[in-house]
């Protein structure tokens, strides 16, 4: 059986699916990423007001740093695996967030220390920032195909939990309720959780470059047991095939296509909240069909961020957001999703590495989603 093998933020626990047995899979994985890691205490925490309508919601920002970036000709020097290979490579244990609570909102960042953004508009390009909560298990969501009632159940579990982040298609808000605040849903920070930072900047100016983390956090102090967990993870449009890359190329002698996934299955009941597409320079929209129905058109966006240039000169837009989805919606254990990727490499060029050859960056077609559902002791 195929299963969910691409979540968002589970870089520890090689994508995988696992089965957690009787022994704490989760607190040896967060055990070992503390061992593996350097701790990043933050030097700033600043008090904040909660746009929120949700009664007893607080604000914070939380600062880290700093994050050094070498020039990308001398970044793709380094050894080491990358998704990009010119990118500054950080993975950092990061404290000061708030614990035994309930997360509603993270907006994740890069600035500056005059405060102003770390964009690709002045030569950083956020391949992505990745927080993410080492330890806790998340059910298996989704499987390809139909369910089997034949075959025999396992209690899959999926190590760690992706809970904030950012990259070049857009720094909106990773949201665990509504707008709002409203509907009765957030992401459990529990006391022994483990925050980690997996990031990949490229500096495509001819300076090294100092910048920051920023994490603006709207909680709930307090373990609220009426209120619905959350599970984040990510979906590829070709995660269902045979041989499963994230990384895709155009079909040659192809600049504009399209690329569908075969069915997936929900497993476990509950409400789809956030669900957004993450594509690079080159993608112009992403759809999400539930049962045959659109449940998400996540357009892409070009040029709130800057222009970039081709390695024959000319500047084009670089893709600056994807178009998000908020509204909640209720799904069924059985019920089928579809995705939908469109590419247009003439309209939109692709990026150009700056070492190991040169060569177009690659395409990606991720579909990113927010899932709430009951805990094991909800009573509502």
């Known amino acids: 059986m195929k299963v969910q093998s691409l979540i968002l933020g589970a870089p520890l626990a090689a994508q995988a699916a696992t089965i957690q047995k009787r022994q704490d899979i989760g607190g040896l994985i967060s055990g070992a ?12 925490i600043v008090d904040g007001t909660s746009t929120m309508k949700r009664p007893g919601v607080k604000n914070i920002r939380i600062f880290h740093g700093p994050l050094n970036l070498l020039p990308a000709d001398e970044a793709a020097k380094a050894k080491g695996f990358r998704s990009d290979p010119n990118s500054n490579s950080f993975m950092a244990s990061l404290l000061g ?44 969501l989704f499987q390809c195909g139909k369910i089997d009632p034949a075959k025999p159940k396992y209690n899959i579990k999926i190590p760690g939990s992706y809970f904030g982040g950012s990259a070049a298609d857009g720094t909106q ?5 509504s707008p709002d605040g409203t509907f009765n849903s957030g992401y459990f920070l529990g006391k022994n959780s483990k925050v980690m930072l997996s990031a990949e900047l490229v500096n495509y100016s001819k300076k090294p470059k100092v910048i920051y983390h920023v994490t603006e956090v709207d909680y709930l102090p307090g373990d609220t047991k009426d209120i619905m967990d959350t599970s984040v993870g990510i979906m590829s449009v070709n995660q269902c095939d045979d041989i ?22 929900i497993l476990k009941d509950g409400y789809m909240i956030q669900r957004r597409g993450h594509m690079h320079d080159g993608g112009t929209g992403m759809l999400l069909k539930v049962n045959g129905k659109l449940a998400c058109d996540s357009k ?4 709130a961020q800057g222009m970039f240039k081709t390695h024959d000169g000319k500047e084009y837009p670089a893709l600056s957001g994807m178009h998000e989805c908020n509204d909640p919606i209720e799904v069924k254990k059985g ?25 177009e960056a690659e395409e990606m077609a991720l579909m990113g989603y927010v899932f709430a559902f009951k805990r094991p002791d909800n009573k509502q």
Request: avoid cysteine; charge should be negative; glycine fraction near 8%.
């Open 173 to 177: 808000p990773a949201l665990f309720t």
């Open 300 to 303: 892409a966006q070009y040029g």
């Open 97 to 140: 967030f708030p614990q035994d609570s309930y997360i509603l909102r993270t907006n994740s960042s890069l600035q500056y220390e005059d405060g102003t953004y770390a964009t690709v508009g002045n030569d950083v390009y956020n391949h992505h920032v990745q927080l993410f909560d080492i330890g806790k298990m998340n059910d298996l």
């Open 33 to 44: 990423a503390g061992l593996l890691t350097t701790q990043m205490k933050p030097f700033k």
């Open 244 to 265: 499963p890359n994230p990384f895709l190329s155009a079909p040659a002698g192809k600049k504009a296509f399209e690329m569908k996934s075969k069915q997936i299955t």
């Open 335 to 359: 019920d089928s999703i579809e995705i939908e990727a469109s590419f247009d490499l003439d309209m939109h060029p692709p990026r150009v590495h700056a070492g190991h050859g040169g060569g």
